[in-house]
């Protein structure tokens, strides 16, 4: 993990980020009362401690949601989901960006991004307080490396 210093064009402001490479994971879900959180409730009975979960429906496939969610480590957190019929995602490529929040900053992030040639497949954020979060979705593993070269950039 590397942090870069990053700071608000009028403010002479510097913030660290921390960029990472994340695994997501996907598995079905019923769309049905309780669904979810059957899922969900598997991998809290082995202490997983998930800092992104995404679920909506499926269109496509009536009666059925999907979940996305990271991180998981270790072999018992992976056996459980495994259980549970997730699976580490092969097409989404994901890169974790966190630091302290302010105004325009994921415009400056995904900009960034855009300006290097890369289009993003999705994107989630959330702050809470100070800090964000934002999951950055690519279509490939190179994607994803070049996402991180590029944010590590950022001045």
Same mark, same amino acid.
């Given at each position: 993990?590397?942090?870069?210093?990053?700071?608000?064009?009028?403010?002479g402001e510097?913030?660290?980020?921390?960029?990472?490479?994340?695994?997501?994971?996907?598995?079905?879900?019923?769309? =049905? +009362? *309780?669904?979810?959180? !059957?899922?969900? /409730? @598997?991998? %809290?009975q082995v $202490?997983?401690? #998930?800092?992104?979960?995404? &679920?909506?429906?499926?269109?496509?496939?009536?009666?059925?949601?999907?979940?996305?969610?990271?991180?998981?480590?270790?072999?018992?957190?992976?056996?459980?989901?495994?259980?549970?019929?997730?699976?580490?995602?092969?097409?989404?490529?994901?890169?974790?960006?966190?630091?302290?929040? =302010? +105004? *325009?900053?994921?415009? !400056?992030?995904? /900009? @960034?991004? %855009?300006?290097? $040639?890369?289009? #993003?497949?999705?994107?989630? &954020?959330?702050?809470?307080?100070?800090?964000?979060?934002?999951?950055?979705?690519?279509?490939?593993?190179?994607?994803?490396?070049?996402?991180?070269?590029?944010?590590?950039?950022?001045?």
């Open positions: 993990m590397r942090s870069t210093d990053i700071g608000p064009a009028n403010t510097v913030m660290k980020l921390k960029i990472t490479r994340a695994v997501v994971w996907a598995a079905d879900v019923e769309d =049905r +009362p *309780g669904g979810l959180a !059957e899922k969900l /409730g @598997a991998l %809290a $202490g997983t401690n #998930l800092d992104f979960i995404l &679920a909506r429906r499926a269109p496509e496939s009536p009666g059925m949601g999907v979940v996305f969610l990271a991180p998981l480590k270790g072999a018992t957190q992976i056996k459980a989901a495994n259980d549970t019929g997730f699976l580490k995602t092969k097409m989404i490529h994901a890169v974790r960006v966190e630091g302290a929040n =302010r +105004p *325009g900053l994921i415009s !400056e992030i995904t /900009g @960034a991004i %855009a300006s290097a $040639g890369i289009s #993003l497949r999705g994107c989630s &954020a959330t702050a809470i307080g100070k800090r964000f979060v934002v999951y950055l979705a690519l279509d490939g593993a190179k994607e994803a490396d070049r996402a991180v070269r590029v944010l590590r950039r950022l001045s």
